[in-house]
């Protein structure tokens, strides 16, 4: 546990989070399962680990200490649950899904709408606690977890297109990637960068929010 977090109301928060957290999975479980039911589909591709997972995973096989491994989970699960929204209202507006999967998305959004100013809030208490060497690890890999939670997942895409047995998916595959501005899926990192002015480390975080893309020669 980061100091930060020890009073009873900030526990009962992040375990009503948690608690909510669980049921969204089950929520989105139970509309994946109605569409395989409803396309009777018995089998589903042997998914690689997304690419958010992939890249936290190899950064924290790069650290060697377990504090460092933790503020690598910190800096994720913070910038993953203040930007999760976009993803989900991305969703919920989407007519050409199914319509459960929409609902789900905009039930879902709802309760994150709550769950985003709790993480930054208890970020802000956490921050102050955290010694040098953890706030500059904190600092310098914000901009991996930015990117590694908006990029365009092309390893997912690739399972699920040749599980479908699609003629050329990977040639598809690749040019889309050839197309300029692709490699980022989500854009939208304002409330992130909302979070890091109030935390006063704006000219510390090596990222371009305007251009979505990490700023050269820091």
Known sequence: MFPGVDRYEVKEALQQSHIDEVWHTYM????????????????????SHPVTNR???KLTAERSEKWERDILFLVWTVVGELHINNFLELLA???TIQPMHSLVARLHARDEAAHGPI??????D???????????????TLPD????LGAQ?????SDILQFAEIPGATEILADTHRQPDTDMMLTDFSTVERLIRELEIEDR??????NTAPRQGK
């Open 205 to 210: 975080v090596d990222y371009d929010f305007t």
């Open 55 to 57: 890249r936290l995973f």
């Open 153 to 157: 997942d092309y390893g997912i895409w």
């Open 28 to 47: 989105h479980m139970t509309a994946m399962q109605r569409t395989k039911e409803a396309r009777k589909l018995t089998k589903e591709p042997d998914y």
């Open 119 to 124: 993480v930054a809030d208890v970020m802000k």
């Open 126 to 140: 956490v921050f102050v606690h955290l010694n040098k060497e953890q706030r500059e690890l904190f600092i310098r």
């Open 93 to 95: 507006r989407d007519k």
């Open 145 to 148: 977890a930015i990117i590694a």
